[in-house]
């Protein structure tokens, strides 16, 4: 492992701090471990050997508690002995308000000094700017009499956020999905939707709007669907959940492919890549950016909005 990697690992924040591994090196590696005659025990003799002792005994702890599998019992917890608290030695005695669980001011004082929290805030600034000047409201959208494509973006979309979770800007996103419409032969209409943040509910209203029955579903965050009209609610043409790894140059295939369902074209399906580790990485900023968007969400209908911008076809 190199210096550089190790020098990382003591003050990185999370994965996405660490310089990239060949993962398949990785998995080869620890397939190499588990087939050797090495154990955990290697592992807590190598670290006591360097002196993390705490580590070390830790680890061994962990192995003991492995073996014993305790740990598998119902809503099963580690205290900081690594006894084990559950649902069968520990049973939940909560009889009502005020009978539940209750920080002690110790213990209060030591969550409030954590030195990793952050606010919320912080995990999605890169998503908040200035609101989109190329976008504005005309009025309530009506249901179109022409083949078309309608988009739906979700509530906060280039208002409250102003770039998708992948770090695209909104007006970027809208002209490329735009321009995918446009070199099929259609024209789109764009549609704010208010009442819901659900990504499956933006795109199945704008679909009742669309002329041509089809339309695309964007949420703030990037996450995107294609929608047809008499479809159920969860049920879709396309759907886009990877959001992170969406490319202007796949939201503009998203755009060809929703023109092509509403011109009745045979259509293969936007190949879009796949990060395993997204999830895991995001998952808070996931959540935080979802919350956002539903904070503006309101009880009126949809909003046409005009989008100050040419196809470049």
């Given at each position: 492992m190199p210096v550089a990697e190790v020098a990382a690992a003591v003050v990185a924040h999370a994965s996405e701090d660490m310089p990239q591994r060949d993962v398949v090196a990785d998995l080869a590696a620890a397939d190499r471990f588990l087939a050797g005659d090495q154990t955990l025990l290697t592992v807590v003799a190598a670290l006591q050997r360097r002196g993390f002792t705490t580590l070390a005994a830790n680890l061994l702890a962990m192995g003991r508690q492995?073996?014993?599998?305790?740990?598998?019992?119902?809503?099963?917890?580690?205290d900081q002995q690594f006894r084990v608290c559950s649902a069968i030695n520990d049973p939940n005695d909560y009889t009502g308000p005020g009978s539940g669980y209750?920080?002690?001011?110790?213990?209060r004082r030591e969550i409030?000094?954590?030195y990793t929290a952050r606010s919320p805030r912080d995990f999605i600034a890169d998503q908040i700017g200035t609101p989109a000047t190329r976008l504005a409201e005309i009025g309530p959208a009506q249901r179109g009499r022409h083949t078309e494509v309608v988009v739906g973006v979700g509530p906060a979309f280039g208002s409250a956020l102003t770039r998708t979770i992948g770090g695209l800007e909104h007006e970027d996103v809208l002209a490329a999905i735009l321009t995918g419409i446009a070199r099929e032969g259609l024209t789109a209409r764009v549609v704010k939707i208010y009442h819901t943040s659900d990504c499956a509910a933006i795109?199945?209203?704008a679909a009742q709007l669309s002329g041509s029955g089809v339309a695309i579903g964007l949420q703030s965050r990037g996450t995107t669907v294609i929608h047809q009209r008499g479809l159920a609610r969860l049920n879709n043409l396309e759907l886009f959940p990877q959001s992170p790894s969406l490319t202007l140059a796949t939201y503009e295939a998203i755009g060809?492919?929703?023109a092509r369902y509403a011109r009745n074209l045979p259509t293969r399906p936007v190949p879009v890549s796949v990060d395993n580790w997204a999830r895991l990485r995001l998952i808070v900023k996931t959540a935080l950016l979802h919350r956002r968007e539903t904070e503006e969400v309101r009880d009126q209908p949809p909003i046409e909005l005009r989008f100050d911008w040419e196809p470049d076809v």
């Open positions: 492995r073996v014993a599998g305790d740990y598998l019992q119902p809503a099963a917890i580690f209750r920080l002690t001011e110790d213990r409030e000094q954590i795109g199945y209203t060809r492919n929703a």
